[in-house]
């Protein structure tokens, strides 16, 4: 039996994941509800971690703390940097890092690194759900920074300084926290908009899908870890 944490920002992002999981016991650390299963020999850990950084870290570490899983997997939606990718379409992360912060403060200061690489096998077992399930995914990087990218031009200026394939606000704090504590983790993110000047009116229309696709995802993956 394996202890998984899935971490989610928003509630819309856990939704479809705590429906499938069924009535939970509740425990509250650090000031987040953590939502404790038993799902097919496992044990799922499930927790909204509130949007940006900050938020991440913290409920991530808590996590760690409390319930020392084998692995946390950061579960949502997230803007699409790359051409290839489309709305609905998977982002895996083979690294992550914040897009809003000069990487010489992490890499020249503790924790002297500043980009977080996730997990081979994790990356692998997403990689083959996706697959299984007939979606098209990619492995890439993800950037996240404090602000919902709806900006063609601020959009344009990301891709040309990081090269990423998605963007969010929490997956480099969940990957700069398990790189700390020695935690396997990796980032799997639904494309709800392309993070461009259409990206709020997109975003609306596919969240509730994007997330519902993201989290049938993650149930699997927890199926063969």
Do not use: W
Request: glycine share 6%.
């Amino acid at each position: 039996m394996k202890t998984i944490v899935i971490i989610g920002a928003m509630p819309s992002e856990l939704v479809d994941i705590r429906k499938t999981l069924g009535e939970a016991e509740i425990k509250k650390f650090s000031g987040f509800d953590f939502y404790i299963n038993n799902y097919k020999g496992n044990t799922l850990i499930n927790a909204c971690c509130g949007i940006a950084k900050v938020n991440a870290a913290l409920c991530a570490q808590a996590a760690i703390d409390n319930f020392h899983p084998d692995f946390i997997i950061n579960a949502g939606i997230a803007g699409g940097m790359n051409s290839a990718v489309k709305v609905c379409d998977i982002v895996i992360s083979n690294e992550v890092l914040p897009h809003d912060l000069d990487l010489h403060f992490l890499k020249d200061y503790p924790p002297y690194c500043g980009i977080f690489k996730a997990d081979k096998n994790l990356m692998d077992t997403a990689e083959k759900v996706c697959s299984e399930f007939g979606v098209k995914s990619f492995i890439g990087r993800i950037v996240s920074g404090e602000a919902f990218i709806s900006s063609t031009e601020v959009k344009n200026d990301i891709q040309k300084r990081f090269d990423p394939y998605a963007v969010d606000m929490e997956s480099a704090a969940i990957g700069h926290c398990c790189f700390l504590n020695d935690m396997p983790y990796v980032s799997v993110r639904c494309i709800s908009d392309n993070a461009d000047d259409e990206g709020a009116m997109s975003f609306d229309e596919f969240e509730k899908i994007a997330a519902k696709r993201v989290a049938e995802i993650v149930l699997r993956m927890t199926e063969l870890l």
